[in-house]
């Protein structure tokens, strides 16, 4: 029976990774010191590893899927199938970005200052190619953590380090002199998997749903029952992703009303639906929109 090999990111993403996949369908059960959790489908073999090896397990095989960082894709240069985005983080639903940053009171304004300076990062190999495509020569080591600690203590003129809140940036008294590159969460596949007919048809549907999942968070739906003579006049109090669904109640002059909506307006809604005459309102959360 085929089996496919799937990558799950280790670290901060991985609480995060696993419960998309439990909304989008697939229990995934870690071990205690194991980096090989249960999942109940007979089709998928899971291994969790760093997002920073990942591309490198799926470009030799060993993996035949896997959800990694596009920054470390980047980073190793991985010959790897990207099937696309999933954007989800474990704080927001933007990209995450890399940026250069100083000490707060350097005389550095500019990525030209940084000229015959060293900088620290995990991302060395980006960074290198960007600094040489600039042609600017600074000097580039890789950094084992604490990266922004090592500007602060003058160790490094700069840094290279991935933000999504610039929190720890501004914590450290760092100031922000360049954006090296966005980066998401993807989901890639091995080129050679990719042209095998059923794991390529396993990939996108797992893809497919785990799509899904990320595109019903925030989303709910909405029910109502609706007078005939107010249905007009609710109707168009509502948004939808295409029109709501309407339905007549059996032997009445009444509606029923079905609609997906953000979340957010929800608060506003439901106080002018009743207003209007809508009866009955019932809300309900979402697995998937597909």
């Not at 035949?64 to 474990?90: F, P």
Request: aromatic letters at 8%; a negative charge.
């Amino acid at each position: 029976m085929p089996q496919l090999k799937l990558g799950l990111p280790k670290g901060s993403l991985e609480k995060a990774t696993i419960e998309l996949f439990e909304k989008a369908g697939w229990q995934i059960k870690p071990v205690a010191r194991n980096y090989f959790p249960e999942i109940d489908d007979p089709d998928l073999s899971c291994s969790i590893c760093r997002p920073q090896e990942m591309s490198r397990y799926v470009e030799s095989g060993l993996l035949d899927a896997a959800i990694t960082g596009k920054d470390w894709t980047d980073e190793n240069q991985s010959d790897v199938y990207v099937v696309g985005d999933l954007v989800y983080s474990k704080v927001s639903r933007k990209p995450t970005r890399w940026i250069i940053a100083v000490n707060g009171d350097s005389p550095i304004r500019d990525i030209k200052d940084l000229a015959g300076k060293k900088i620290s990062t995990e991302l060395v190999g980006v960074t290198k190619r960007f600094f040489a495509e600039k042609g600017i020569k600074v000097d580039v080591e890789f950094s084992w953590g604490a990266t922004e600690a090592k500007v602060v203590s003058g160790l490094v003129d700069a840094i290279v380090e991935v933000t999504e809140t610039e929190s720890t940036i501004r914590a450290h008294g760092l100031k922000i002199i360049y954006e090296l590159m966005q980066s998401n969460t993807i989901f890639i596949a091995n080129n050679a998997a990719w042209e095998d007919p059923w794991k390529r048809e396993k990939i996108e549907n797992i893809f497919m749903m785990l799509q899904g999942s990320l595109a019903a968070d925030r989303i709910v739906g909405l029910k109502m029952n609706a007078p005939e003579d107010r249905l007009d006049a609710i109707v168009a109090l509502l948004p939808s992703l295409n029109a709501p669904t309407i339905a007549h109640l059996y032997n009445k002059k009444w509606y029923s009303i079905e609609t997906v909506i953000s979340q957010e307006k929800v608060r506003e809604l439901i106080p002018s639906l009743k207003k209007n005459g809508a009866e009955g309102i019932i809300e309900y959360t979402l697995n998937k929109v597909i």
